[in-house]
């Protein structure tokens, strides 16, 4: 079916805006009629199975095509044929059925398989719907079966008067956000790096004495360890995002994109979770551009060359002195809002939401008459979320 697909696939040529190049864009047939055709084609000699199973490949081969022509679309695909690696089924709706602690799938006319769920870890919907269970995935060695919940965080330990949109800056080890109602908001995301890190490290040393099968067992331990122990502080920062605002921003930033010759480097940006945090925040967050949000002044839009690796951004235009994830998290915002660079909204917005009187050189003003004393005197943030280990909660402290 897949290759069926793709023989009718053709391609539009598109102008790419703001380039002087051409890309070639795919398009391919998905009318009723020809997917009656490609079903009625596969259906010959299909004397034993189930017809269901037609339409279950059918549905499936079109879900690779558009995973695939999304991906294409982004660059992260070639403009060749998508195959399956790995074989597995995907059971319709009208193919199962869940009888107790069993699942029953249609192979044909009176027949089915069984499969016991009695040793599962999660509850069962009452019925097969809708809102129960999905699609089931099977595999030669397990089945995958979505349970069909509604997806919301468990409400913040502390109530704060949400803001209407706030805008967040992905680093290493923090998450910095800023909206003119709340000011500054940093949440340290260090112990969620501790748990690849410590994990990396047993996986590490195991591979190097990895010549039998226990060895590999063992790997695959750490792996489950590693996925939910990092899966539980995602959702304990999720859960700090949502309570700041209605609606968050974050930068659509790839890894492929990141990743350069430096093998430090690269193991510190395959640890990072921005993308997992941004999905277990919900529907009401959206993607940033990420180009030069760090580098650019956020008062003026003058574009740095270099930082040099400062934590304090200093334009040479306008003569702001800010930190530097605070000036990344605000031009992020207005990207978010969709409003240029301005001076006077800078000097009126954004040093009023800096409380405790803080001036545009980024630095604490001590009294009226009181000139900045150097720039290490840095801008702090209204509000610090951190892990508590012992409470296993963050704590919303401000600053």
């Excluded at 599962?120 to 089945?143: A, M, N, Q, W």
């Excluded at 965080?153 to 800023?178: C, E, I, K, T, Y």
């Amino acid at each position: 079916m897949l290759e069926d697909i793709w023989s009718t696939t053709t391609w539009k040529p598109v102008k790419l805006q703001g380039k002087n190049q051409i890309r070639l864009f795919p398009a391919y047939r998905r009318d009723k009629a020809f997917k009656k055709e490609l079903r009625n084609k596969h259906l010959t000699d299909w004397n034993y199975y189930a017809a269901h199973w037609i339409d279950s490949a059918l549905k499936t081969a079109y879900s690779i095509m558009d995973s695939w022509k999304k991906n294409y679309n982004r660059g992260k695909r070639k403009a060749r044929l998508p195959t399956v690696n790995r074989l597995f089924l995907r059971a319709k709706q009208t193919l199962i059925k869940l009888e107790g602690e069993k699942l029953r799938v249609t192979i044909s006319p009176q027949h089915h398989v069984y499969f016991d769920l009695s040793k599962r870890y999660f509850k069962l919907p009452d019925t097969v719907s809708s809102s129960g269970i999905g699609e089931p995935v099977i595999t030669f060695d397990r089945i995958h079966l979505p349970i069909h919940t509604e997806k919301s965080l468990p409400a913040f330990p502390q109530a704060v008067v949400r803001a209407r949109r706030m805008a967040w800056d992905s680093n290493m080890l923090s998450l910095d956000g800023f909206s003119p109602e709340t000011g500054w908001v940093k949440i340290d995301t260090r112990r969620l790096a501790s748990v690849h890190i410590s994990s990396f490290e047993k996986r590490r040393r195991v591979q190097k004495r990895a010549k039998s099968k226990k060895a590999w067992r063992v790997l695959g331990k750490y792996s489950r360890r590693e996925r939910n122990r990092a899966k539980k502080h995602q959702i304990e920062i999720a859960r700090a995002i949502a309570s700041q605002a209605e609606n968050n921003g974050f930068e659509s930033l790839r890894k492929e994109r990141l990743y350069t010759r430096s093998r430090l480097w690269n193991r510190r940006i395959a640890r990072t979770d921005w993308r997992s945090i941004r999905w277990l925040v919900g529907n009401n967050s959206v993607e940033l551009a990420p180009n030069y949000t760090s580098k650019r002044c956020s008062r003026c839009g003058w574009l740095a060359k270099d930082l040099k690796g400062s934590r304090c951004f200093e334009c040479r235009s306008c003569g702001a002195r800010i930190d530097r994830q605070l000036n990344a998290a605000i031009n992020l915002y207005l990207k978010m809002e969709g409003v240029p660079h301005n001076a006077p909204w800078w000097d009126g917005v954004v040093l009023s939401a800096l409380v405790g009187g803080y001036v545009q050189t980024g630095a604490e003003r001590k009294a009226t008459d009181e000139l900045v004393r150097s720039l290490h005197e840095a801008v702090k943030p209204q509000t610090y979320i951190a892990y508590n280990r012992y409470a296993d909660s963050y704590l919303r402290r401000p600053m």
